[in-house]
């Protein structure tokens, strides 16, 4: 009955059941259309996703292969710096034993030449002491040649040193000038070599000369000095500017055998053997070092 109130009632409005139906036939059509259409989609997605997915899987493979090998070449780095750093010790090491090594021979070195300075020194001394020879500085040129040498050495012996007359004539051994050539720009004579028999004459003589201060010929000054070695001269010249400089100052320089340079100094007597110790101590002293400071 109502089944035929609705047929009655889309009869009225144009509407039949054959028309509905392909409506509704349509209807369904479509809905399978678009939900075919739909799974196509929803098929594609998937298959994007399964690809995506793949695609992922494998970068994130790659990335772990990656990160394995930077994770094996950072450790192949680390080994390499840990071993480069143990050889790196091991050389500081070594160079540090070579460089003790050195220290330990430059300080035998250093021992060993001042063993052998203070080995000539002593010689030097020992040679300087057993000369018999004695230097007369200021004779006139020409004076031996009218009474011969040994006669002026003599004469100079009675003129400042009559006590020594009265003992045994001093034994000469040899007399003479020195042997180098004058030279027309040197105001100075030669220099005459008394060679004496004794060491104890020689150093008899020199010992009166000091004591007189004051030696003379013929009223000429003139000066009683030991035939000292090359060596001890040089030596004692290197002193020559330091000692006068110190004369103006009145520091009362004096140049000791063999080579030693004392001068009072603040109310004390001070002695050097070279002038590196000089040096070094006036480095300590600002008055002395401005004094010596063209000289050191």
Not at 69 to 88: C, D, G, P, Y
Not at 118 to 124: D, V
Not at 136 to 157: C, D, L
Not at 250 to 258: G, K, V, W
């Amino acid at each position: 009955m109502k089944r035929q109130r609705t047929i009655t009632q889309m009869r009225e409005k144009g509407k039949t059941p054959e028309n509905q139906l392909s409506y509704e036939i349509l209807g369904l059509q479509e809905k399978d259309l678009m939900l075919k259409k739909m799974q196509d989609i929803g098929n594609k997605l998937e298959a994007k996703m399964d690809n995506l997915q793949e695609t992922l899987s494998k970068e994130i493979q790659d990335i772990k292969l990656k990160q394995e090998e930077m994770q094996n070449t950072m450790t192949k780095v680390k080994n390499s710096l840990e071993a480069a750093n143990s050889r790196i010790q091991e050389v500081e090491e070594q160079i540090s034993e070579v460089e003790d090594r050195l220290v330990e021979i430059t300080d035998a070195e250093q021992k060993r030449e001042k063993r052998l300075k203070t080995n000539e020194e002593s010689l030097r001394e020992l040679w300087d002491v057993k000369r018999t020879n004695i230097l007369i500085i200021g004779v006139p040129e020409g004076q031996e040649r009218e009474k011969g040498t040994e006669k002026i050495f003599q004469e100079i012996i009675a003129e400042n040193l009559p006590n020594m007359g009265k003992e045994p004539l001093t034994q000469i051994q040899e007399a003479q000038r020195v042997p180098y050539k004058i030279s027309p720009r040197r105001n100075t004579p030669r220099h005459i070599l008394i060679k004496l028999t004794k060491i104890k004459d020689k150093e008899k003589i020199l010992k009166a000369a000091r004591e007189k201060k004051k030696v003379t010929y013929k009223g000429t000054p003139i000066r009683l000095w030991a035939d000292f070695s090359a060596e001890t001269l040089q030596a004692r010249r290197e002193w020559h500017d330091i000692l006068n400089t110190m004369k103006g100052k009145n520091l009362q320089p004096r140049l000791l055998y063999p080579a030693r340079l004392s001068f009072r100094f603040e109310g004390e007597i001070k002695s050097f053997t070279d002038k590196q110790k000089l040096r070094e101590f006036s480095n300590t002293k600002p008055p002395l070092r401005q004094i010596l400071k063209e000289l050191l």
